[in-house]
């Protein structure tokens, strides 16, 4: 069983910065791939970075590519994502997850376990 917890979230202004962090309580972290997921109200979820068990390869959907950057330490079984130039419509809760693929992958149903999830408020 893993656990995961994010943190990080909070309101911010058009334009600012915010870090995410999730703490993994597993010893074998780096055997995971970890990804961000977000859902905004009456929105499904969706794929937002992923990152491999390294470190080394990292995918980010469209809307956030040169915005948003995913990192991990593996030695504190934790995985970042920062975010910087919010728009309003990345107001969400997001959510990290633990993968057991070999890949960075953006499907949710390949994500085995799930945080409480941060919510993430940027006014215009």
């Known amino acids: 069983q893993v656990q995961l917890v994010e943190s990080g979230g909070g309101l911010v202004q058009a334009g600012g910065s915010l870090r995410l962090s999730c703490a993994a309580s597993?010893?074998?972290?780096?055997?995971?791939?970890m990804g961000w997921f977000r859902q905004a109200p009456g929105k499904e979820r969706e794929f937002v970075a992923a990152?491999?068990?390294?470190?080394?390869?990292?995918d980010y959907a469209d809307f956030v590519k040169g915005r948003f950057t995913i990192s991990r330490d593996n030695a504190k079984n934790t995985v970042y994502l920062q975010m910087s130039s919010l728009k309003p419509e990345d107001t969400a809760v997001y959510y990290c997850a633990a993968s057991l693929t070999t890949i960075p992958t953006m499907r949710p149903e390949l994500y085995r376990y799930w945080g409480q999830g941060t919510q993430v408020t940027v006014s215009s």
């Open positions: 597993v010893r074998t972290f780096n055997t995971y791939v």
């Open positions: 990152i491999s068990r390294s470190g080394g390869t990292k």
